[in-house]
Structures are given as C-alpha cells and as structure tokens.
C-alpha cells in the first residue's frame, strides 16, 4: 500500500502514542488523557456559551440605548482571573473578553 493511503480493512482508530515505554505507563497515561479530553470540551462548550451570553448582553444594552462595552466590568474579571491565575490568567482573560464582544 502506497504511504499516503490508509488501511481500511480494520476498525481500529488510530491512537496518538503515549510516549510511555512501559505498558503500565502508557495505560495510565490513556486514562489521565480521558479525563483531559473531557476537560477540553467542557471548556470549548463554556467558552462558546461566554460568547454567546456575552454578545446577548452587548446587544441588550446596545439595544437600550447604553454602550457596547463597561470597562469597569471588564476591570472585574480581568482582576478575578489575574488573582486566581496570575499574570496568564490575565491574558486569558483577554482572549475570553474578546470571544464575546470582539476586539477593541
Ligand atoms: O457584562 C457585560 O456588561 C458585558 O457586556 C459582557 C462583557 C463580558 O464578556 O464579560 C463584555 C463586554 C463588556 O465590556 C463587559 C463584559
């Protein structure tokens, strides 16, 4: 079979490696990578709830007449992420910020 094509004749899906040299190794790294797998998409589904919340907001008060951003809020989470996470929390915060209401 050339390189580029693929072995269909199984139903086995491919695993990234492990990168474990021991079985034993490699079995716990597979469960801890489970786990991690379903912290991602939990975070991937809150991220793109954020946004959402977060342009439904902007769009109510833009709505009412007020403006699209309150700087004194976004200081609030910019500093509760800050706290909790240090200096990354902030720039997370920022890139969070930004999924809702876009850029500045
Ligand atoms: O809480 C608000 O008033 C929002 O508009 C939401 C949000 C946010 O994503 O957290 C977005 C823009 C504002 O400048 C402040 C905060």
Do not use: C, Y
Not at 42 to 58: C, D, H, N, P, Y
């Amino acid at each position: 079979m050339a390189p580029e094509e693929h072995d269909m004749s199984s139903n086995a899906v491919a695993q990234p490696t492990t990168g474990a040299q021991d079985e034993e190794a490699a079995q716990r790294i597979r469960g801890m990578r489970e786990r991690i797998d379903e912290i991602d998409s939990a975070i991937i589904a809150l991220w793109q709830e954020r946004a959402r919340l977060s342009q439904q907001v902007g769009a109510t008060r833009v709505a009412s007449g007020g403006t699209r951003l309150v700087l004194s809020r976004e200081r609030e989470i910019l500093e509760k992420f800050r706290t909790e996470l240090g200096a990354d929390g902030t720039q997370l915060a920022l890139l969070i910020l930004r999924a809702g209401r876009g850029a500045l």
